[in-house]
Nanobody, 118 residues
Framework: QVQLVESGGGLVQPGGFLKLSCAASGISFSTYDMTWYRQAPGNERELVASISSSGSTNYGDSVKGRFTISRDNAKNIVCLQMSSLKPEDTAAYYC????????????WGQGTQVTVSS
């Protein structure tokens, strides 16, 4: 059974720091591209950051220079370090694992809430 479990969300003041983690099980983690998305109420789901199976990274424009994605294939974990947080970063953050072989394998976590407020 495939599971993606996000953790690390919470309430933080503007300018603060949070580190999100997504622990994967039931998949060959190192072969998957991993992506963090977020969705605020009333908004569409937005790509935050991605890291490919080879380690290439990509960031949404709104988080470039503030967020860092990383992965640990030995521990089956992908992390999102978020600094200089802004109120507009408030959202539910979701982890996604995806790869294409002969078919698409595509899995999502249940999400973790991040609230940036004073």
């Amino acid at each position: 059974q495939v599971q993606l479990v996000e953790s690390g969300g919470g309430l933080v003041q503007p300018g603060g720091f949070l580190k999100l983690s997504c622990a994967a099980s039931g998949i060959s983690f190192s072969t998957y591209d991993m992506t963090w998305y977020r969705q605020a109420p009333g908004n569409e789901r937005e790509l935050v950051a991605s890291i490919s199976s080879s380690g290439s990274t990509n960031y949404g424009d709104s988080v470039k220079g503030r967020f860092t994605i990383s992965r640990d294939n030995a521990k089956n974990i992908v992390c999102l370090q978020m600094s200089s947080l802004k109120p507009e970063d408030t959202a539910a953050y979701y982890c996604r694992a995806r790869r294409h072989t002969s078919i698409w394998n595509d899995y999502w976590g249940q999400g973790t809430q991040v609230t940036v407020s004073s």
